[in-house]
């Protein structure tokens, strides 16, 4: 038993360079979706943190900026 002591756990979450990628190119939220055939409330999702894509999703933003996802994607962990 663990009185008195707060356990502390390690949270993981994805950090992203979606939009600094984007801006670098030249490109808009919305080319950039019709280009990967997502909604643009999607990209701004993504590049606000909001939303985690799914390794598919990854990959094809990854594919578009012609890029490694570890560019793109990093995991970051903390404690609580």
Known sequence: MNRGKKQVTEKLCVQNCVQRFR???GITQEQ???GLDITRQTVI???KGN???SV????KIARFF??????????D???E
């Open 32 to 34: 950039m979706a019709q």
């Open 56 to 59: 598919l999703l990854a990959m």
């Open 45 to 47: 999702a993504i590049e």
């Open 51 to 53: 939303y985690t894509p």
């Open 66 to 75: 012609d890029v490694p996802v570890e560019s793109l994607f990093t995991l």
């Open 77 to 79: 962990c903390f404690n």
């Open 23 to 25: 801006k670098e190119k």
